[in-house]
Structure formats: structure tokens, C-alpha cells
């Protein structure tokens, strides 16, 4: 069965982009969350850090495992190449690996009080969500916009899994801009969410929000949820205003938008899809201009 898991990680979760992915997400946004700190005056990575970092990778090999069960019906017929339904592994197999992984993440963080709770809420509504998708029928396929409702707070929840560690190391409570950065991250997904899907061509049995907001919205939703990602951000970290941490240097977080800026003038020139490249850069580049304000400000004077 290990032989298995490890032929579905290379096919499945590329360690190559999952995990820079990843770690830019803990890394990048527990620098935000620092530099939106007021009771935060340095910051450093460190050993818990490091800690928050791989239970993110882990956590996220568990979704993909836990997305293939769910869509192997829709794969079989659509995307038959895909571990699951081309026999690399079985339904067993992820189970098994969704099980130990889950296990594992929790043992790995049993030290750290209510950042394990959040872990564990982050997790039992996974399962759930999957769960009642894959052998409920609930939210039908069909139903995308539905499917976004119930999906997304997964990603929210893990955001806040980084910021109840970030809380942790740093002996601070629960404010206003932390969460603001909370919900700008999940705007900023919401970028990706939508933009991978923004074609102009579905291709047949396809499930694209095109086909409920056409392709013009789509790309204009894509678009617009970076925007107001960005202008989240700036709103927390104040960089026009002296006082603030992120004064100056925190204007590097408009630089990201010029990633979905470009996709979305290409598609409205006439592209069939919304390009790949700029689509899957814009998350870990937005976690990079993060990482460089908070430790420009409250990192580089250590």
C-alpha cells in the first residue's frame, strides 16, 4: 500500500509546486499576520513555524486524496487518466491514507491546545463535505455554485489553523485585522477558484462556472476577488499611514495583482481559457509579497 501512496503523490501532488505552495502559504500569511499585529514589535520564523508549514502540506495531500473520492465517478468517464480511476490506487487505498494522515497531523500537533482544535475542526469538515458529496449525492454535481458555498470555508478554516498557531507562538488574542487577513486570503483563492474555470469552449461534460455566469463574468469574478484581496490587505496594513507597521513597503502587495490583471486582459482579447500560468502563480506570489512586507518591517531590524 505505501508503494501505491507514493505512485499517487507523484501523480497526483507534485512536490515540486504543492510544496513551495504551501509553505509560502504558512510562512507568507503568519508574516501578514505579524505585520497587522500591533503587539507584535519582531518576528522570525521558527521551529513552530516549521511545524504549521508541514501540517499544511500534509493537510493538503489529505484534500486532493480526499477531492479524488468524491469526483471518481465524474473522472471515469471525464478524466479517466486520473490515479483513481486508472487503477494506481484504490478508493481503499485513500481512505487509508486519509485516515493515517489525518491521525498523524493530530499527533503532530497534540501540544498545541486550541490550534489543535482548529486543526481538527479544519479537518472533520473536510471529511464531512466529502462525505456527504461522495455517498449522499449532496450538493448535486450540478449545483457549482453550491459546491463553492460548501467548499470554500475548507480553505478558510485552514487559514485560520495558521492564524490560531500564529496566536500561539506569539502570546497575542484574536483581532479585527487578523481576521481581515483571514478573509482576504479567501477572496484570493476565490481568484483561483475562478479563474481555472473561465473558458470560453468547455470541453464536454466539463463543470465550469461559464456555463452558469457565461465567460465574461467569470473572468470579471476572477479578477475581482484579487482586487479586493489586495484592497482588504492594504485596508490592514495601512501603508500610506506613518504609524503604521506596514508603512511604505506595504504597497509590495498590489504587485501580485498584476498576475490576474494580465490573465484576464488575454482572455477578454480573445484567449479560450484563462492562462495557466499567471492562474497558478498568483497564490504563492501573493504569500511572497506578504512574506517580504512583514519581514521588511518587523523582521529585518532582529
Same mark, same amino acid.
Given at each position: 500500500?505505501?508503494?501505491?501512496?507514493?505512485?499517487?503523490?507523484?501523480?497526483?501532488?507534485?512536490?515540486?509546486?504543492?510544496?513551495?505552495?504551501?509553505?509560502?502559504?504558512?510562512?507568507?500569511?503568519?508574516?501578514?499576520?505579524?505585520?497587522?499585529?500591533?503587539?507584535?514589535?519582531?518576528?522570525?520564523?521558527?521551529?513552530?513555524?516549521?511545524?504549521?508549514?508541514?501540517?499544511?502540506?500534509?493537510?493538503?495531500?489529505?484534500?486532493?486524496?480526499?477531492?479524488?473520492?468524491?469526483?471518481?465517478?465524474?473522472?471515469?468517464?471525464?478524466?479517466?487518466?486520473?490515479?483513481?480511476?486508472?487503477?494506481?490506487?484504490?478508493?481503499?487505498?485513500?481512505?487509508?491514507?486519509?485516515?493515517?494522515?489525518?491521525?498523524?497531523?493530530?499527533?503532530?500537533?497534540?501540544?498545541?491546545?486550541?490550534?489543535?482544535?482548529?486543526?481538527?475542526?479544519?479537518?472533520?469538515?473536510?471529511?464531512?463535505?466529502?462525505?456527504?458529496?461522495?455517498?449522499?449525492?449532496?450538493?448535486?454535481?450540478?449545483?457549482?455554485?453550491?459546491?463553492?458555498?460548501?467548499?470554500?470555508?475548507?480553505?478558510?478554516?485552514?487559514?485560520?489553523?495558521?492564524? =490560531? !498557531?500564529?496566536?500561539?507562538?506569539?502570546?497575542?488574542?484574536?483581532?479585527?485585522?487578523? *481576521?481581515? $487577513? @483571514?478573509? /482576504? +486570503?479567501? %477572496?484570493?483563492?476565490?481568484?483561483?477558484?475562478?479563474?481555472?474555470?473561465?473558458?470560453?469552449?468547455?470541453?464536454?461534460?466539463?463543470?465550469?462556472?461559464?456555463?452558469?455566469?457565461?465567460?465574461?463574468?467569470?473572468?470579471?469574478?476572477?479578477?475581482?476577488?484579487?482586487?479586493?484581496?489586495?484592497?482588504?490587505?492594504?485596508?490592514?496594513?495601512?501603508?500610506?499611514?506613518?504609524? =503604521? !507597521?506596514?508603512?511604505?513597503?506595504?504597497?509590495?502587495?498590489?504587485?501580485?495583482?498584476? *498576475?490576474? $490583471? @494580465?490573465? /484576464? +486582459?488575454? %482572455?477578454?482579447?480573445?484567449?479560450?481559457?484563462?492562462?495557466?500560468?499567471?492562474?497558478?502563480?498568483?497564490?504563492?506570489?501573493?504569500?511572497?509579497?506578504?512574506?517580504?512586507?512583514?519581514?521588511?518591517?518587523?523582521?529585518?531590524?532582529?
Amino acid at each position: 500500500m505505501i508503494g501505491r501512496w507514493g505512485r499517487y503523490v507523484v501523480a497526483a501532488y507534485k512536490p515540486t509546486f504543492h510544496l513551495p505552495f504551501m509553505i509560502f502559504w504558512a510562512v507568507g500569511l503568519t508574516a501578514l499576520f505579524a505585520c497587522v499585529t500591533g503587539g507584535v514589535q519582531r518576528w522570525r520564523p521558527d521551529l513552530g513555524l516549521a511545524l504549521t508549514a508541514g501540517t499544511l502540506v500534509i493537510d493538503m495531500l489529505l484534500l486532493r486524496a480526499l477531492d479524488d473520492i468524491r469526483d471518481q465517478d465524474y473522472d471515469r468517464e471525464h478524466n479517466p487518466g486520473r490515479p483513481l480511476p486508472s487503477g494506481v490506487v484504490s478508493e481503499r487505498d485513500l481512505v487509508a491514507l486519509v485516515g493515517s494522515g489525518i491521525a498523524l497531523l493530530l499527533l503532530l500537533n497534540a501540544g498545541r491546545e486550541v490550534v489543535l482544535l482548529a486543526l481538527a475542526g479544519q479537518l472533520g469538515y473536510a471529511v464531512l463535505v466529502i462525505a456527504l458529496d461522495r455517498y449522499a449525492g449532496w450538493p448535486p454535481g450540478d449545483r457549482l455554485v453550491l459546491h463553492l458555498a460548501v467548499n470554500l470555508p475548507i480553505q478558510t478554516l485552514l487559514s485560520l489553523y495558521v492564524y =490560531a !498557531a500564529f496566536l500561539r507562538a506569539e502570546q497575542q488574542r484574536v483581532s479585527v485585522v487578523g *481576521l481581515m $487577513a @483571514v478573509v /482576504a +486570503v479567501t %477572496f484570493g483563492a476565490l481568484c483561483l477558484e475562478f479563474g481555472r474555470k473561465a473558458t470560453r469552449r468547455p470541453r464536454p461534460g466539463e463543470r465550469t462556472y461559464a456555463t452558469v455566469f457565461g465567460p465574461s463574468v467569470t473572468s470579471a469574478a476572477a479578477f475581482a476577488s484579487a482586487a479586493i484581496a489586495t484592497a482588504i490587505v492594504l485596508v490592514a496594513l495601512r501603508p500610506w499611514q506613518p504609524d =503604521a !507597521a506596514g508603512y511604505g513597503w506595504g504597497w509590495l502587495v498590489l504587485a501580485p495583482l498584476a *498576475l490576474p $490583471a @494580465v490573465a /484576464a +486582459v488575454r %482572455f477578454a482579447s480573445g484567449a479560450t481559457r484563462w492562462p495557466v500560468a499567471p492562474t497558478l502563480a498568483y497564490i504563492p506570489v501573493m504569500y511572497a509579497s506578504f512574506l517580504a512586507v512583514g519581514w521588511l518591517t518587523k523582521g529585518a531590524s532582529v
